[in-house]
């Protein structure tokens, strides 16, 4: 069997096909979440919510379709490469729009990278003064 065959028999078992469901419900979700977002007032505590919501969705399930992409284009499945291609590009627009509001996730970033650091220098100072 080729390459292309055992990547062909593989994305058609039963484990694959579960596992594939549970990723299209969030990305299902992330774009139910954005609409719901879009209707809600500025500074609103349902917005807050939504836009956290989204903002957590969104990367995974960009780099979920992206991988749909590629099996799909390994399958010469032209219908669906294009349904994949447009659904990405509108996760990520919406991914880039989004960072105007507030969130969750806004500032989180720096303070992560900076507790990261803190953790990572500490733990490699005391095994430099142990030697």
């Known amino acids: 069997m ?3 065959d055992q990547l062909h028999y ?3 078992t039963t484990a694959f096909a579960l596992t594939w469901l549970i990723v299209q419900v969030i990305v299902m979700a ?3 979440t954005e609409l719901i977002r879009h209707y809600l007032a500025r500074g609103t505590r349902g917005r807050y919510i939504m836009t956290t919501i989204v903002r957590t969705l969104t990367v995974p399930a960009i780099l979920v379709k992206m991988v749909d992409i590629v099996l799909d284009v390994a399958d010469k499945s032209w219908l669906n490469l294009v349904i994949d291609i447009v659904i990405t590009a509108f996760l990520i627009m ?3 729009w989004t960072k105007d509001d507030d969130n969750w996730w806004k500032g989180r970033g720096k303070k992560l990278g900076l ?3 803190r953790t990572f220098t500490r733990s490699s100072r005391t095994a430099a003064q142990a030697a």
Do not use: D, E, M, N
């Open 30 to 32: 992330c774009v139910t």
């Open 2 to 4: 080729s390459g292309l």
């Open 94 to 96: 919406k991914w880039y």
């Open 10 to 12: 593989a994305t058609h």
């Open 115 to 117: 507790w990261a650091r």
